[in-house]
């Protein structure tokens, strides 16, 4: 699995966008990116994945850079409970995932 | 709610004691990985079950072993324990052949603290 990088926490303002930087320029061709989020002590949850093109669902937005030696999750309208630990992961291990230190996302009022 | 349930939520032993822990997978999938989370750290990859064979496994010592049942359930032994093994545990179900697409679905985890 390709390393990657992201900022070890950010703030974001209630009912803002909140965008979430990740790097992974040693990622492989066929290396999806994926993103998960865990809530203090709850189980990581599934939000989004891609490998090329940008993707949207009820949850987030992925946008890939063309290079795709970078990433930002996207979510519109953050809320108090999407302060969360946010993780980017590039694999093509299915459920095999390498977890980082992912970012700290403070939603504040 | 993923429909993954771990059991026991909390236990505590002490060093060189032996641990099991269990995993109920979502209904439909056949495979389970688990991972070791310390505290502040990511979630760390200790093996993955598929029909009932193991299918990979992280940098961790033997004595992590575990079992995927028919109706692929699984359990995680560790013995000997140490206390650095203090840590959340994880299970996680997916699909197999769904490919490095396959999402996986994460149980709430159980903390098991070596004393």
């Known amino acids: 699995d390709a390393k990657t990088t992201q900022p070890p926490s950010m703030d974001c303002a209630e009912g803002r966008a909140a965008n979430l930087p990740c790097n992974h320029s040693t990622i492989s061709g066929n290396e999806y990116v994926y993103w998960y989020r865990q809530i203090h002590s709850q189980g990581p949850q599934y939000i989004i994945h891609?490998?090329?093109n940008n993707e949207t669902n009820e949850m987030a937005s992925l946008i890939i850079t063309e290079d795709r030696k970078s990433s930002t999750l996207i979510l519109p309208h953050a809320t108090l409970r999407d302060t969360a630990v946010y993780y980017c992961i590039a694999s093509n291990q299915g459920g095999k995932l390498i977890f980082g230190q992912g970012t700290e996302l403070s939603v504040k009022p | 709610e993923t429909g993954v349930t771990q059991s026991p939520t909390h236990l505590i032993k002490t060093r060189g004691q032996q641990v099991t822990l269990r995993c109920s997978s979502q209904s439909g999938h056949n495979t389970v990985s688990w991972y070791q989370q310390a505290l502040g750290q990511g979630p760390q990859f200790i093996f993955q079950y598929y029909r009932e064979e193991e299918n990979g496994r992280g940098n961790f010592p033997p004595r992590f072993s575990g079992l995927q049942f028919p109706n692929y359930s699984s359990e995680l032994n560790v013995n000997a324990l140490e206390l650095d093994d203090s840590a959340l545990y994880l299970c996680?179900?997916?699909?197999?052949?769904?490919?490095?697409?396959?999402?996986?679905?994460f149980g709430e985890g159980s903390r098991l603290t070596v004393l």
């Open positions: 996680a179900s997916s699909l197999a052949f769904a490919g490095p697409t396959g999402e996986l679905f």
């Open positions: 891609g490998l090329k």
